[in-house]
């Protein structure tokens, strides 16, 4: 029920508000794109195609509706989300306690469960401002939050079904690879996992083989699609786009964001020793 409410007060909010002025122009350079437009030429965007790729969607259904655009795309933002929901609960259904343990306080499990879920729910609808709902940053946690979820429980050593996991590496991969520094998180990610497992190839997985396949195909389109990206964007963007915002380190320690990254790395040297 609090889901569905956080649900119906988003819709509302996003749908009764201005769109923010980088989702118009993204969704313009969308429907360039869609119409044979080629970067360089018809747009210039700093950024990789992908996410133009992914506003695709609510252009085309448009197109063959009669809602407004910008009514199509917050409701395929936020079916994005309760697809991403979704998964994060199937994932959330297992524990770590053993068998007896679950049957004996099953109300316990079920209530810590929701109230995951009720988090995330706020996290991906309510926090992202009328600026930030929809943009590639809120689509990198959109796609990639059930691959953490995955991560996690092959720490505990979980069983998955291979192609649930392959599945989930896919959107994942969408996720990382909408912007290229967003792929450090997945590498991170990973190196963090390698040393808990202390084996070199446990990085050999269905869902990191689905997730890098999608990052290698995605390159080969651009190579063979977007020359106009690497001929005419790219050398441009490596030239002005560092100086334009650069920030001394001092201005960067005290951004929010950072404090934020800050205090939940201290919470985790803390607990980390804690079996929660």
Known sequence: LGIIILFIVTGWWVMTSPVAADISLSLHEAKILLAGGQYG?????????????????????????????????????????????????????????????IVRDPPLRLQNNNILLLTLAFILLILPTTIAFGQREHLLLIFTLPYLFLLAKRLENSKINPFFACFIG???????????????????????????????????????????????????????????????????ALRLYYQGFAENWLSVCCLPGFVTVVICAILYLVTRNYDT
């Open 41 to 101: 030429k018809d747009f210039f965007e700093i950024n990789p195609p992908l996410y133009l790729y992914l506003y695709m969607p609510p252009i085309i259904a448009s197109q063959f509706s009669s809602l407004n655009l910008f009514i199509t795309f917050q409701l395929y933002i936020l079916l994005l989300i309760a697809g991403s929901l979704y998964l994060c609960r199937r994932l959330t259904l297992s524990s770590r306690k053993s068998p007896q343990a």
């Open 170 to 236: 896919i959107i994942a991969g969408l996720g990382f690879a909408i912007k290229p520094f967003f792929c450090l998180s997945f590498a991170l990610l990973e190196i963090y996992y390698l040393s808990h497992k202390r084996k070199w190839l446990a990085w050999l997985r269905p869902e990191v083989v689905a997730l890098g396949s999608v990052i290698l195909t995605y390159l080969m389109v651009i190579w063979v699609f977007h020359q106009g990206y690497f001929n005419n964007v790219m050398p441009l």
